[in-house]
């Protein structure tokens, strides 16, 4: 078979035989732009001498004919300044309130698909596009209606990596495959004042008593309001919308403004004037409410019956988040009951609610269908901020903003394969160690015979990703992952220790500055919370948790445990755990030589909260913690 047309980098300008591939120095094959005005690529698999002899190897994309200009479909209202450069560079159709089958008909003849929240791009849709589809654009933030995985199996589907790449190729997106870009800030202020919008139609019954006038009513008692004088406003999940709200809080007049957020800086927040407290002090402090946290497994249903319960009687809230933060039945016995006063809803668990939503037909209930990024402004902002990312990505360009991009040359992504999974297990195990406060910067040493040769974007963006994806809704990748870290006000430093030998890295140590830890034995001596590991095998593993050496898989889930090393302590915890079903498959000990020990074991499954008061009831165990699935 023939080699592909070569083209040169628009980077380094050597030489590159992929059309949508990088080079090795990390610049773009041009010929993904040419393929888009003159031919379009396909995923044809070339097959390989090395394959055909039975082994697998890279494999090209081949350009072949295709029509000039791109098929760009557009399925919910996009501002025109967005359609209009789009237009520039390709044919848009705009069709809306489609129903699934008739999504998965029209992707078929699809280049890019441009969609806002309403719009659920299911693994099926991207299975009927049959490769076509390069780019999928979500016009907002939230990227919670793609499937992302499908928009990377789909890549996999169509040009099976090489074998020894499909896990870092799993991580990191394609280099064929079809994109997805988003436009996280353009609506950041209009959800903000969306946000104060409903803060102030509660407080005064805004919505309620312009009914009761249309209905020929004049209820001048029954609406008597609260005033925002006086009063605490607590900002739940202080990231780009929370501290907008925050700031535009204290101009309202709020007594005071403070902010739960874990992983938030006490810095950017002080600056602000807001106060950032710990989950308990807002519940027990706030007369208002404001969330604004993303919808994750952590966060999902975190407003419960226990949370309002803690809640000051007679509390407000106000979702322009995501519905699913609200477990709606709670909310709904916590307003019968009048432990919250009113709510102001923008978002739902299900969209639109459906008839039987116990929370849209109350009267303490105002509600407004997804608005929080429904202004002239932001919509003309998301719809240029979209369409200059899905026009880019067409030329094979890469967006800031890419969700799944291209990363790293294939000889890099192979060379440090074996490490991306411990350089994101290493994140997400460092940042489950951190209290309430949260920390202020991430130190990276890596122990390698590269020294400072090492190519390290790849390795600083796992461990970012680890981080930053156990927090935000942000999904972190080669591109985003500094520019991420920097916004949240994250100082990156990185230190290289010189090994001898050839190992490309021997040891990975992420270290978090900060001394608020839900264990302290993760302190090191420099009072940081530090986690090192390395791989072994094909394996990463947990080397060294604070000043203690563990070696556990760093997959699935981990206890660790602080005690006080004497004879049956051991012991005791395996009973704790096996009485209650809990299978240890693996187990290490660290003990000082003045006999203060962790234990860190590696669990089949995630160990129940009654377990866990059960294992510090014994004497012996100082404290615990859970590093969790998805490491
Ligand atoms: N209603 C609407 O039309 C709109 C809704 N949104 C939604 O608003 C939310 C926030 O968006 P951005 O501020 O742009 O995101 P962001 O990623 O900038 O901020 C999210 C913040 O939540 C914090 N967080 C994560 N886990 C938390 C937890 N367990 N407890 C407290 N805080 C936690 C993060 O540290 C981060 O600071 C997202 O869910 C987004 O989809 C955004 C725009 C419009
Ligand atoms: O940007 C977001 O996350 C939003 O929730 C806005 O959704 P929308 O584009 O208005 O459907």
């Known amino acids: 078979m023939q080699a592909p047309p070569a083209a040169s980098c628009r980077t380094c300008h050597l030489k590159s035989w992929s059309g949508v591939e990088r080079c090795s120095r990390g610049g773009l094959a041009s010929t993904s732009s040419k393929a888009l005005t003159g031919t379009r690529v396909v995923a044809a698999i070339r097959q390989s001498a090395s394959r055909q002899a039975g082994r697998r190897a890279a494999l090209p994309v081949v350009a072949v004919a295709a029509p000039e200009r791109p098929v760009i479909l557009v399925t919910e209202k996009l501002g025109d300044p967005g359609i209009e450069l789009l237009q520039q560079t390709g044919d848009v159709e705009t069709a809306y309130n489609l129903t699934p089958e008739q999504l998965e008909e029209r992707i078929k003849t699809a280049d890019a698909l441009i969609i806002r929240s309403a719009t659920q791009v299911t693994k099926e849709v991207f299975k009927a596009a049959g490769g076509r589809l390069k780019v999928v654009g979500r016009a907002g933030v939230g990227v919670d209606n793609v499937d992302l995985a499908s928009a990377t199996d789909m890549s996999r589907a169509t040009l099976s990596t090489p074998r020894t790449l499909q896990a870092i190729a799993y991580y990191l997106s394609r280099q064929h495959g079809c994109l997805v870009v988003n436009a996280p800030t353009a609506n950041t202020v209009a959800a903000a004042e969306h946000g104060i919008a409903l803060i102030c139609a509660l407080s005064r019954n805004v919505a309620q008593a312009d009914a009761s006038v249309k209905a020929g009513k004049w209820e001048r008692t029954k609406y008597v309001g609260v005033s925002i004088v006086g009063k605490t406003l607590a900002v739940m999940g202080f990231g780009k919308v929370g501290s907008e709200v925050a700031r535009r809080g204290i101009g309202l007049g709020f007594e005071k403004v403070i902010a739960y957020d874990p992983y938030a800086s006490e810095v950017k927040a002080a600056a602000l004037g807001v106060k950032l407290v710990s989950w308990e002090e807002a519940l027990a402090q706030a007369d208002f409410f404001s969330l604004h946290m993303p919808q994750t497994p952590q966060t999902k249903g975190m407003f419960n019956d226990d949370a309002f319960g803690k809640m000051k009687k007679g509390a407000r809230i106000v979702n322009v988040a995501r519905g699913g933060v609200i477990d709606e039945a709670a909310l709904a016995r916590a307003l019968d009951n009048g432990q919250v006063a009113q709510a102001a809803l923008d978002v739902f668990q299900k969209e639109p609610p459906p008839a039987d939503n116990p929370l849209v037909g109350r009267p303490d209930v105002v509600c407004t269908p997804h608005l929080g990024a429904s202004t002239r402004e932001a919509q003309e902002g998301v719809a240029l901020e979209i369409a200059e990312a899905v026009v880019a990505a067409l030329n094979g360009e890469l967006a800031a903003t890419a969700v799944n991009a291209p990363m790293v040359s294939a000889e890099v992504l192979a060379e440090l394969q074996p490490f991306v999974a411990l350089a994101q297990g290493l994140g997400t195990a460092a940042v489950q160690l951190v209290g309430s406060h949260g920390f202020t910067d991430i130190h990276l040493t890596y122990n390698t015979s590269r020294g400072d040769d090492l190519d390290t974007r790849l390795l600083r963006a796992m461990v970012i990703k680890g981080i930053l994806e156990q927090i935000t809704?942000?999904?972190?990748?080669?591109?985003?992952?500094?520019?991420?870290?920097?916004?949240?006000?994250?100082?990156?430093?990185?230190?290289?220790?010189?090994?001898?030998?050839?190992?490309?890295?021997?040891?990975?140590?992420?270290?978090?500055?900060?001394?608020?830890?839900?264990?302290?034995?993760?302190?090191?001596?420099?009072?940081?919370?530090?986690?090192?590991?390395?791989?072994?095998?094909?394996?990463?593993?947990?080397?060294?948790?604070?000043?203690?050496?563990?070696?556990?898989?760093?997959?699935?889930?981990?206890?660790?445990?602080?005690?006080?090393?004497?004879?049956?302590?051991?012991?005791?915890?395996?009973?704790?755990?096996?009485?209650?079903?809990?299978?240890?498959?693996?187990?290490?000990?660290?003990?000082?030589?003045?006999?203060?020990?962790?234990?860190?074991?590696?669990?089949?499954?995630?160990p129940p909260e009654d377990l866990l008061a059960q294992l510090t009831g014994l004497k012996e165990i100082t404290e615990t913690c859970v590093l969790s699935e998805k490491i």
């Not at 990156?492 to 030998?501: D, H, L, N, Q």
């Not at 187990?587 to 234990?599: E, Q, W």
Request: net charge neutral; proline share 1%.
């Open 473 to 606: 809704t942000s999904t972190v990748n080669l591109v985003n992952a500094d520019l991420l870290a920097k916004n949240r006000g994250l100082r990156i430093r990185e230190t290289f220790v010189f090994a001898e030998g050839k190992e490309v890295l021997n040891t990975l140590k992420v270290s978090l500055g900060t001394t608020d830890t839900k264990f302290s034995a993760a302190l090191g001596q420099d009072k940081r919370i530090s986690v090192v590991g390395s791989v072994k095998g094909s394996q990463s593993y947990l080397t060294r948790v604070g000043t203690f050496d563990v070696d556990l898989s760093l997959q699935g889930i981990i206890l660790l445990t602080r005690q006080i090393d004497k004879p049956g302590v051991i012991a005791a915890v395996a009973t704790v755990l096996s009485s209650a079903g809990v299978n240890i498959s693996y187990m290490s000990v660290s003990v000082t030589p003045d006999n203060d020990a962790v234990m860190a074991l590696g669990l089949d499954q995630d």
